[in-house]
């Protein structure tokens, strides 16, 4: 079974810096796209990032110049490098990917279950 597990979350103060890891696991032929989204409650899921297995990066307009995203295809692992965090950050970062899986090469969708970032002091 193919399982996305996120780490990186926490508490950081306003101006601090976090590295979340999203891991892909199980049964997996090659990953495509790799992405992103945040949530605050009562809002909906916002993409934050994206990045082809090629290396074709899309940001979210905002979040241009703090955020950087990256993935090695080596280790199933997408990346996403936070810099100049603001309150207005704070939300639970989910990690999302496109992946051809065993044996019979299928493409589903895949979504972690969260990791929560709070920018507060």
């Known amino acids: 079974q193919v399982q996305l597990v996120e780490s990186g979350g926490g508490l950081v103060q306003p101006g601090g810096s976090l590295r979340l890891s999203c891991a892909a696991s199980g049964p997996i032929h090659s990953i495509n796209a790799m992405s992103w989204y945040r949530q605050t409650p009562g809002k909906q899921r916002d993409l934050v990032a994206g990045i082809s297995k090629r290396g074709t990066i899309t940001y979210a307009d905002s979040l241009k110049g703090r955020f950087t995203i990256s993935r090695d295809n080596a280790k199933n692992t997408v990346y996403l490098q936070m810099n100049s965090l603001e309150p207005e950050d704070t939300a639970v970062y989910y990690c999302?990917?496109?992946?051809?899986?065993?044996?019979?090469?299928?493409?589903?969708?895949?979504w972690g279950k969260g990791t929560l970032v709070t920018v507060s002091s």
């Open positions: 999302n990917a496109d992946i051809l899986i065993l044996p019979n090469f299928r493409r589903n969708n895949y």
